[in-house]
């Protein structure tokens, strides 16, 4: 079945742990990306990758990093995590960046 | 950036009816697409209109595209329970960033 896996579904965590949440597609898309989602801004693209080793900044990168050294894989690592970061994380792929499927959704919690 | 921007922002109707909602933009664009998300869950793309195009259609819905008002139209006919979601408008500039608006609550009341 055709899907973008994203692990885990919650994470609860403190301050200043890093942590890292991974996201998979068996589809061979070329593009994938991380958005966040928050109640009243909709869905904000953080980073975006259009091949393997290939990353961009989104609108909202700062205090996030991602890696491209696989085309199935792209995860995205919050180094030293805040509260302002407690959201609701969506990754995607696609070929060219249209027609995205998503993940079900990482829902984070920093306190 | 955000460039979408979802009206009505919320939509209540009766089981049968038919849902329409808007989406405007700021920008060229090379395409426009909507998405759904039920409940938390992770967005599914419904369909895509490119600039070039001004109507299509897939199954139930119907979408149109004026780029010279840029804005854009998703009509939901004959709706039913199962299209309670949320509804999002996304657009493509040509710039590798899909951007999203802020979305459009319907709920449909059986």
């Known amino acids: 079945e055709a899907q973008v896996t994203q692990n885990p579904r919650y994470l609860i965590t403190v301050t200043g742990k890093k942590l890292t949440v991974t996201c998979s597609q068996n589809m061979n898309h070329e593009y994938m990306s991380w958005y966040r989602q928050d109640p009243g801004l909709g869905l904000r693209q953080i980073y975006y990758?259009?091949?393997?080793?290939?990353?961009d900044k989104g609108d909202v990168p700062e205090g996030y990093k991602v890696s491209r050294k696989e085309k199935r894989n792209f995860p995205l690592i919050l180094e030293s995590p805040s509260p302002n970061q407690t959201s609701l994380y969506f990754c995607?792929?696609?070929?060219?960046?249209?027609?995205?499927?998503f993940g079900s959704g990482t829902q984070l919690s920093v306190l | 950036s955000q460039q979408g921007e979802e009206d009505p922002q919320a939509l209540s109707i009766q089981e049968g009816e038919n849902a329409t909602m808007n989406c405007s933009y700021k920008t060229s664009i090379n395409n426009l697409q909507w998405y759904r998300q039920n409940s938390g869950r992770g967005l599914v793309h419904l369909i895509l209109i490119r600039s070039n195009e001004r109507e299509k259609h897939s199954g139930r819905l119907r979408v149109t595209l004026d780029t010279s008002k840029k804005s854009s139209s998703l009509l939901i006919t004959a709706s039913r329970a199962a299209d309670t979601a949320s509804y999002f408008c996304?657009?493509?500039?040509?710039?590798?960033?899909?951007?999203f608006g802020k979305g459009n609550q319907v709920v449909v009341i059986p």
């Open positions: 990758s259009m091949n393997v080793e290939v990353t």
């Open positions: 995607a792929s696609s070929f060219r960046g249209e027609k995205l499927f």
């Open positions: 996304a657009t493509d500039a040509g710039n590798n960033r899909l951007a």
